[in-house]
Nanobody, 124 residues
Framework: QVQLVESGGGLVQAGGSLRLSCAAS????????MGWFRQAPGKEREFAAA????????YYADSVKGRFTISRDNAKNTVALQMNSLKPEDTAVYYC?????????????????WGQGTQVTVSS
């Protein structure tokens, strides 16, 4: 049984930073790409960032590029999302997801497992 547990969400002022973390268990972490998605109230879930199995390839949505950084530690089975220069429009529930293979994708349908989500609220 794969489990993904996010942490690190909270309330921050615009311009501030937060670091989200996701701890994975249940299958060999280093074999799978990981992603972060987010869902704002009344909107569909959208891709934020993804990282390949090795960590050598990363991908970002245009809306977060240059502000967010995804990273992974295969020894600790964790993936993180460092979020800087936060904006009110970044307010959403953020979900960690584990892909079905080694290489990342922006398509949520290609992710096998999802965490429960963590709330990020950015005040103006």
């Amino acid at each position: 049984q794969v489990q993904l547990v996010e942490s690190g969400g909270g309330l921050v002022q615009a311009g501030g930073s937060l670091r989200l973390s996701c701890a994975a268990s249940g299958r060999t972490f280093r074999n799978y790409a990981m992603g972060w998605f987010r869902q704002a109230p009344g909107k569909e879930r959208e891709f934020a960032a993804a990282i390949s199995w090795s960590g050598r390839s990363t991908y970002y949505a245009d809306s977060v590029k240059g502000r967010f950084t995804i990273s992974r530690d295969n020894a600790k089975n964790t993936v993180a999302l460092q979020m800087n220069s936060l904006k009110p429009e970044d307010t959403a529930v953020y979900y960690c997801a584990q892909g079905g293979g080694r290489y990342s994708t922006v398509n949520p349908g290609e992710y096998d497992y999802w965490g429960q989500g963590t709330q990020v609220t950015v005040s103006s």
